[in-house]
């Protein structure tokens, strides 16, 4: 499976973006998905993850009511709407899939499939 990531770029304070994730190679349907995003300098965090039923998802404190992902199994792609962005939302954002969530959930290294980041550029 390859993983693409797009949809980052440049926007204000309190604007939106929405960030698409398409898989190919394999139905991504088998798969839980998440989000992580890296800031410079900083670890590599948690922001969202989506059962691959999309029935269940889990979002990171700090993005939970801005944030908010979900999956398009048809299309092989999962998104993630972020709204009310703010300065500290500055980071590369990749997607990653897992055939277990638990995985994603953990934020372990040991993911099945990373893909490439997007930036996304939050100005003040």
């Known amino acids: ?14 604007g939106s973006l929405r960030l698409s994730c398409v ?5 991504l349907s088998a798969y839980a ?14 922001v969202a993850a989506i059962s691959w039923s999309g029935g269940s998802t889990y979002h ?3 993005v939970k009511g801005r944030f908010t992902i979900a999956r398009d199994n048809a299309k092989n792609t999962v998104y993630l709407q972020m709204n009310s962005l703010k300065p500290e939302d500055t ?3 990749y ?12 934020g372990s290294s040991g993911m099945d499939y990373w893909g490439k980041g997007t930036l996304v550029t939050v100005s003040s």
């Open 23 to 27: 898989a190919s190679g394999r139905t």
């Open 95 to 106: 997607c990653a899939a897992d055939s277990a969530i638990a995985t994603i959930l953990k």
């Open 1 to 14: 499976v390859q993983l693409q990531a797009s949809g980052g770029g440049l926007v204000q304070a309190g």
């Open 91 to 93: 980071a590369v954002y």
């Open 60 to 62: 990171a404190d700090s």
């Open 33 to 46: 998905m998440g989000w992580f995003r890296q800031a410079p300098g900083k670890e590599r965090e948690f």
